[in-house]
């Protein structure tokens, strides 16, 4: 995979073990696993209700280099947006992976 369109820097975070917060609240906390080079391809935007208050959501692929390791589960930090795995496609044979990605935004 050619570096030109890797422009950016992106953190891979993979969830960790479960906790409580401080008001006793479940909380999954995310570890960085890696920083990467990575493209990035707005594909929609769309605005929503939830609970009545106005969201804004971005659907977004993300193209970084091939690795074994990226699930689904995972997240990634691009930008100071974090934006959440929806599905891994495989760009040739183990050339890249471009990452669907979900990023809400309030």
């Known amino acids: 995979?050619?570096?030109?369109?890797?422009?950016?820097?992106?953190?891979?975070?993979?969830?960790?073990?479960?906790?409580?917060?401080?008001?006793?609240?479940?909380?999954?906390?995310f570890a960085e696993v890696a920083t990467v080079w990575a493209g990035k391809r707005d594909v929609r935007g769309r605005e929503l209700l939830a609970g009545g208050a106005p969201l804004a959501e971005v659907e977004t692929v993300i193209t970084i280099r091939h690795r074994l390791d990226v699930r689904p589960s995972w997240r990634v930090l691009l930008e100071g947006r974090e934006f959440d795995i929806t599905g891994i496609t495989e760009i040739g044979r183990r050339e890249g992976l471009e990452l669907r990605c979900v990023a809400v935004a309030e």
Do not use: E, H, I, Y
């Not at 570096?3 to 401080?22: E, F, I, N, Q």
């Open 1 to 29: 995979m050619l570096a030109g369109p890797l422009d950016r820097r992106a953190t891979l975070r993979r969830p960790g073990a479960p906790a409580r917060s401080a008001a006793g609240d479940a909380a999954v906390p």
